[in-house]
């Protein structure tokens, strides 16, 4: 069982936009601003898309972004394009041992 | 660039020690501010944070799996390694090294798949 609840799916049409959420606690997404979110192909490698909330690598599409309120943060996609269909998980850094904390995954289908 | 790249045995027995190895390339894992870390996933399942351990060999592990894991540098090699003792079928996974920066998982392996079974 994860420690950070994610949907387990969304979907949208090609050129649309789409919010995936993930929910802590205030011992995780709440309190600190190290919240990063990552794409994965199947068989592939994660990769990562936003860290510390809204901060996006160098080489990620300006499509993705990201935000937090309170306990939740949240990975938006414009502008969908097929090649955004994969997996997308959260982190979070956490105060207890765990030190990071994962949500389930969210398979996003581009219809 | 940095590339991690997991290798080890692709099946264990139960009871004994399951060992993979992290070859690091385009870092050097004694020297800068990352930190080493393994992950696991089991299929159909979320992933778990194993353990880490600092370029200085500091490591902290996963409270369920304390007593079971171990993470260790071979600076001679460039390699991290993960070994888990007393390994079941629920260990079976696909295990992960990956480089965490100050928050986040910043470069993951391809991940190598581990089956724990007789």
């Known amino acids: 069982q994860s420690t950070l609840t994610q949907p387990a799916s969304v979907s949208g049409s090609l050129g649309q936009s789409i919010t995936i959420s993930c929910t802590g606690t205030?011992?995780?997404?709440?309190?600190?601003?190290?919240v990063s979110w990552y794409q994965q192909h199947p068989g592939k490698a994660p990769k990562l898309m936003i860290y510390?909330?809204?901060n996006r690598p160098s080489g990620v599409s300006n499509r993705f972004s990201g935000s937090k309120s309170g306990n939740t943060a949240s990975l938006t996609i414009s502008g969908l394009q097929a090649e955004d269909e994969a997996d997308y998980f959260c982190?979070?850094?956490?105060?207890?041992?765990?030190?990071?904390?994962f949500g389930g995954g969210t398979k996003l289908t581009v219809l | 660039q940095v590339q991690l790249q997991e290798s080890g045995p692709g099946l264990v027995k139960p009871s004994q020690t399951l060992s993979l190895t992290c070859n690091v390339s385009?870092?050097?894992?004694?020297?800068?501010?990352?930190?080493w870390s393994w992950i696991r996933q089991p299929a159909g399942k979320g992933l778990e944070w194993l353990g880490r351990i600092y370029t200085s060999g500091t490591t902290n592990y996963n409270p369920s799996l304390w007593s079971r894991v171990t993470i260790s540098l071979d600076t001679s090699k460039n390699h991290v390694s993960l070994k888990l003792s007393s390994v079941t079928a629920a260990d079976t996974a696909v295990y992960y090294c990956?480089?965490?920066?100050?928050?986040?998982?910043?470069?993951w392996g391809q991940g190598t798949l581990v089956i724990v079974s007789s």
């Open positions: 385009g870092a050097s894992i004694s020297s800068g501010t990352s930190y």
């Open positions: 982190v979070s850094y956490a105060s207890s041992s765990l030190l990071a904390v």
């Open positions: 990956a480089s965490w920066g100050p928050g986040y998982f910043d470069h």
């Open positions: 510390d909330v809204t």
């Open positions: 205030s011992s995780d997404v709440g309190n600190y601003n190290y």
